[in-house]
């Protein structure tokens, strides 16, 4: 399971807003997203890590489908 960004509409971004001004804090909305992470071989992996640091994110190999 992967957590991206949700899409939020009006309405929903509105109550997002509305609770982190009762809370105080921001709040991230995050929409759940079925996937398959994929072994990969401790070259491909190693790369991949090192793309992830030049890049400042977190990549994930997925399975294809």
Same mark, same amino acid.
């Given at each position: 399971?992967?957590?991206? /960004? =949700?899409?939020? #509409?009006?309405? *929903?971004?509105?109550?997002? $807003?509305?609770?982190?001004?009762? !809370? ?5 909305? /995050? =929409?759940?997203? #079925?996937?398959? *992470?994929?072994?990969?071989? $401790?070259?491909?992996?190693?790369? !991949? ?5 030049? /890049? ?10």
């Amino acid at each position: 399971m992967l957590y991206p /960004l =949700a899409t939020l #509409e009006t309405a *929903t971004l509105d109550a997002i $807003q509305a609770l982190e001004k009762d !809370l105080g804090t921001p709040v991230v909305a /995050l =929409a759940g997203v #079925e996937a398959e *992470t994929c072994k990969l071989k $401790q070259e491909q992996l190693a790369r !991949l890590q090192k793309l992830e640091a030049e /890049l400042g994110v977190v990549l994930v190999a997925l399975r294809p489908s």
